[in-house]
């Protein structure tokens, strides 16, 4: 079978999680200026210009949150998926 891709690639580890698992963006700004890059150390980043610094601001505190964790979710789950104990012997 014919390898695929370029013979003499190399795939830092950095690159390597952010391929398996995503990018885990982070958020700043910095006057009118949004800038955004991955935590995990890929090369990925971005920025964008807005009408205000404060519009900058607003947008970078929006964005910039951690994911919940498994644990929030399945707690979300197991409230609505609660089930009454059955009881035997009774019609």
Same mark, same amino acid.
């Given at each position: 079978?014919?390898?695929?891709?370029?013979?003499?690639?190399?795939?830092?580890?950095?690159?390597?999680?952010?391929?398996?698992?995503?990018?885990?963006?982070?958020?700043?700004?910095?006057?009118?200026?949004?800038?955004?890059?991955?935590?995990?150390?890929?090369?990925?980043?971005?920025?964008?210009?807005?009408?205000?610094? @404060?519009?900058?601001?607003?947008?970078?505190?929006? /964005?910039? $949150? %951690? +994911? !919940?964790?498994?644990? @929030?979710?399945?707690?979300?789950?197991?409230?609505? /998926?609660? $089930? %009454? +104990? !059955?009881?035997?012997?009774?019609?």
């Amino acid at each position: 079978m014919a390898r695929r891709g370029p013979p003499n690639s190399t795939i830092a580890p950095e690159t390597l999680a952010c391929r398996v698992f995503g990018c885990r963006w982070r958020f700043g700004a910095d006057g009118r200026t949004l800038t955004w890059w991955c935590a995990r150390g890929c090369p990925s980043h971005g920025e964008k210009t807005y009408a205000t610094a @404060g519009e900058a601001n607003r947008m970078a505190d929006s /964005l910039d $949150r %951690e +994911p !919940r964790g498994p644990l @929030g979710f399945l707690a979300v789950l197991g409230g609505t /998926l609660h $089930r %009454e +104990p !059955r009881r035997r012997g009774r019609s």
